[in-house]
Nanobody
Framework: QLQLVESGGGSVQAGRSLRLSCVTS????????MAWFRQAPGKEREGVAG????????NYAGFVKGRFTISQDRAKNILYLQMNSLEPEDTAMYYC????????????????????WGQGTQVTVSS
């Protein structure tokens, strides 16, 4: 059984930064591709960024606009999301997710590809 636990969320003012972490356990980290998703109240859960199992390929949603960086520490089994220049529109619950099989840069955002999900960490950005 795979477990994902997010942390690092909080309340910040617009323009500030946060780094989210997702600690994984219960499997061989390098076997899974990973992603960050987010869900704002009343909205669908959407992909933020994805990363291949090797870490060699990353993809981002258009709204990221170069502000976020997904990365991983495979030795520690931790997935990160560095978020800079935060905007009020980034307010949401952020989730990490893991999927198996080949990583597809064209469909990294497709939720059914991900088998395991964390419980989420809340990010609130005020103007």
């Amino acid at each position: 059984q795979l477990q994902l636990v997010e942390s690092g969320g909080g309340s910040v003012q617009a323009g500030r930064s946060l780094r989210l972490s997702c600690v994984t356990s219960g499997y061989t980290y390098s076997s899974y591709f990973m992603a960050w998703f987010r869900q704002a109240p009343g909205k669908e859960r959407e992909g933020v960024a994805g990363i291949s199992a090797s870490g060699g390929v990353t993809n981002y949603a258009g709204f990221v606009k170069g502000r976020f960086t997904i990365s991983q520490d495979r030795a520690k089994n931790i997935l990160y999301l560095q978020m800079n220049s935060l905007e009020p529109e980034d307010t949401a619950m952020y989730y990490c997710a893991a999927g198996s099989g080949p990583y597809d840069g064209q469909s990294w955002w497709w939720k059914p590809r991900y088998t395991y999900w964390g419980q989420g960490t809340q990010v609130t950005v005020s103007s």
